[in-house]
T-cell receptor
Framework: DQQVKQNSPSLSVQEGRISILNCDYT??????FLWYKKYPAEGPTFLIS?????DKNEDGRFTVFLNKSAKHLSLHIVPSQPGDSAVYFC????????????FGTGTRLKVLA | ETGVTQSPTHLIKTRGQQVTLRCSSQ?????VSWYQQALGQGPQFIFQ???????GRGNFPPRFSGLQFPNYSSELNVNALELDDSALYLC?????????????FGPGTRLTVL
């Protein structure tokens, strides 16, 4: 049972345009969400997070939006740069639980120069 | 500040053998979590160690076991290896067990079981 889903395995975007990566979850107990970026031969690197008490969090070119009623979050990258090309994982956790992260299957983003 | 390191980088074992993977946590971090990432999948939580005690476990059989040492480094042991154990094994350290304590990942150990 996949509790965190990233339905788009890949996405291609022109440099300078907006990249939108989507993530859906099924467990209503999840209250903390994160995005990680992964380059080949490296471990995932933390990008941005959001608590369920917020619906938006911004950090530079990266913004995460949370829609609790739809159990949906998205990551916006504006403007996209070639160095953003990587696999992006969303992850969710319950702050009252064992603090494990449940990851989606990832979306491979390719930013075209 | 040294980041999370893992050894070895790659490992090839045969079915039925045992393997030990190692992880050095980031300075100041007392919590280590282990994840298994199969090809084309996201990382799956195996277990977490906090101050040398197991602090939560995912849906993995008992042949997956771990240790955390007083310096907060950690080992993942897998007994009776199966072909499906072939994966990238990631460890992540954090300054505490709360969700908002961001987990910092190492580069992983690629295990191949033949």
């Amino acid at each position: 049972d996949q509790q965190v889903k990233q339905n788009s395995p890949s996405l291609s975007v022109q440099e300078g345009r907006i990249s939108i990566l989507n993530c859906d979850y099924t467990n209503s107990m999840f209250d903390y969400f994160l995005w990680y970026k992964k380059y080949p031969a490296e471990g995932p690197t933390f990008l941005i997070s959001i608590s369920s008490i917020k619906d938006k969090n911004e950090d530079g070119r990266f913004t995460v939006f949370l829609n609790k009623s739809a159990k949906h979050l998205s990551l916006h990258i504006v403007p996209s740069q070639p160095g953003d090309s990587a696999v992006y994982f969303c992850a969710a956790s319950e702050t009252s639980g064992t603090y494990k992260y449940i990851f989606g299957t990832g979306t491979r983003l390719k930013v075209l120069a | 500040e040294t980041g999370v390191t893992q050894s070895p980088t790659h490992l090839i074992k045969t079915r039925g053998q045992q393997v030990t993977l190692r992880c050095s946590s980031q300075s100041g971090h007392n919590t280590v979590s282990w994840y298994q990432q199969a090809l084309g999948q996201g990382p799956q939580f195996i277990f977490q160690y906090y101050r040398e005690e197991e602090n939560g476990r995912g849906n993995f059989p008992p042949r997956f076991s771990g240790l955390q040492f007083p310096n907060y480094s950690s080992e993942l042991n897998v007994n009776a290896l199966e072909l499906d154990d072939s994966a990238l094994y990631l460890c992540a350290s954090s300054p505490g067990t709360a969700s908002y304590n961001e987990q910092f990942f190492g580069p992983g150990t690629r295990l191949t079981v033949l």
